[in-house]
Nanobody
Framework: QVQLVESGGGLVQAGGSLRLSCAASGRTFMYAMGWFRQAPGKERETVAS????????YYPDLVKGRFTISRDNAQNAVFLQMNSLKPEDPALYYC??????????????????????WGQGTQVTVSS
């Protein structure tokens, strides 16, 4: 089965940037992918998602314009570029994958309940 490993988290000042990476191993990387985050005492929430073919992306209003999801299937990797980080952004960030059936190769999956495979998370901390 596919395994996902996140990296790139760390401590950054408000207004700064981080680039998170999600490396996949095992199966061929033919999944729709998503990034999620969970802060202490809060539910896990969707940050971004990208379709299997990479043509479509989704962002919630809280991160739209600041975060960008991308993928490189040749490297079996997914990335989350985070710019203009805010004090509200600190959380454990997770990468997740779901295998879409035809004809949903262009679909963005936006709910955490739709994802089957999860990484262990990488911590993002923002200082004021």
């Amino acid at each position: 089965q596919v395994q996902l490993v996140e990296s790139g988290g760390g401590l950054v000042q408000a207004g700064g940037s981080l680039r998170l990476s999600c490396a996949a191993s095992g199966r061929t990387f033919m999944y729709a992918m998503g990034w999620f985050r969970q802060a202490p005492g809060k539910e896990r929430e969707t940050v971004a998602s990208i379709s299997r073919n990479g043509d479509n992306t989704y962002y919630p209003d809280l991160v739209k314009g600041r975060f960008t999801i991308s993928r490189d299937n040749a490297q079996n990797a997914v990335f989350l570029q985070m710019n203009s980080l805010k004090p509200e952004d600190p959380a454990l960030y997770y990468c997740a994958a779901v295998l879409p059936p035809p004809p949903f190769f262009r679909k963005t999956y936006t709910s955490k309940d739709e994802y089957r495979y999860w990484g262990q998370g990488t911590q993002v901390t923002v200082s004021s």
